[in-house]
């Protein structure tokens, strides 16, 4: 859902190669510059600067299992340092 003040929010039920799908769409549209959201409700448009923060966390309790990416620019350049790159397998 995208609301006026520039947000946008879904959540579903997905199969693991829906998920998969939508992973490499997003990591597609990283590589072009700019990210582009939509569902029923609406959608909405992020331009990508060169820079991006990247956080992954993980978690596992009682059963329930939680992968949680977060991606986070600032639209005015700023460096920052920049630690090791992560390992996914």
């Known amino acids: ?14 199969d693991r190669k829906s998920v998969k799908a939508l ?11 700019e990210i582009s ?6 959608d909405l448009t992020l331009p990508i ?9 993980a978690s596992r309790s009682d059963g329930n299992c939680v992968v949680g990416i977060r991606l986070s620019w600032s639209e005015d350049i700023q460096v920052s340092h920049a630690k ?5 397998q």
């Not at 859902?1 to 997905?14: I, R």
């Not at 992973?23 to 510059?33: D, F, P, Q």
């Open 37 to 42: 959201l939509s569902d029923e409700e609406g």
């Open 49 to 57: 600067d060169d820079l991006l923060t990247l956080r992954i966390k």
């Open 1 to 14: 859902m995208a609301n006026s003040d520039g947000k946008f929010l879904h959540k579903s039920l997905q």
């Open 84 to 88: 090791t790159k992560p390992s996914i």
């Open 23 to 33: 992973l490499e769409a997003l990591t597609r549209s990283i590589g072009k510059g």
